[in-house]
């Protein structure tokens, strides 16, 4: 099972790899705030809180980065970006709407739903998909499990940060 499951990580990762253009526009989104007179925030909602771990306190911390808790306390020089499940969460879906509201710049890191009425990818400045929706794996009643979202967003995470510490080292 556990060969199965690499087999499709290393097939989704190179699927990632494809968001390459989207991940140089994610970095220069949240580095206007850093050469600007902004803040970077981060926000992940559910299991996604991993990738704000790992950008606040990991071994290589994004510099300067803050948790997001308040939109309200954001300005129009701030830069957010959002890490959710899926590209249809409420949740992440109300705070894109105050974002937007207050005309704060953001990139969002979500599984696209296709077809969804409501959805984080026209809201956001910059959408990078995950490609996680469903569980990669069949069982054996037919169903399926092994559902590396956060893997495959903490994937897109690192993309962005290597860009944006480029281009933070070049300014």
Known sequence: MLKMF????????GRLHKEEMEIENAARLLAQATVGD??????????MAGVTAEALQGE???EG???LHDADALTVADRVLLVTRRSTDPQ????????????????VIAGKVKDAESDLE???DSFLNTQTVRSMLPDETGGRFGFPSLMAALYLYHGVK???DEILEDY
């Open 38 to 47: 902004g803040s970077i925030y981060i926000k992940g909602f559910g299991e």
């Open 6 to 13: 690499t087999t499709q990580l290393t097939g989704l990762f």
């Open 162 to 164: 290597f860009v944006l």
């Open 122 to 124: 026209e809201k956001a």
């Open 60 to 62: 290589e911390p994004l």
């Open 65 to 67: 980065v803050r948790e």
């Open 92 to 107: 992440a879906l109300a705070f894109a709407k105050k974002l937007t509201e207050a005309e704060v710049p953001f990139a």
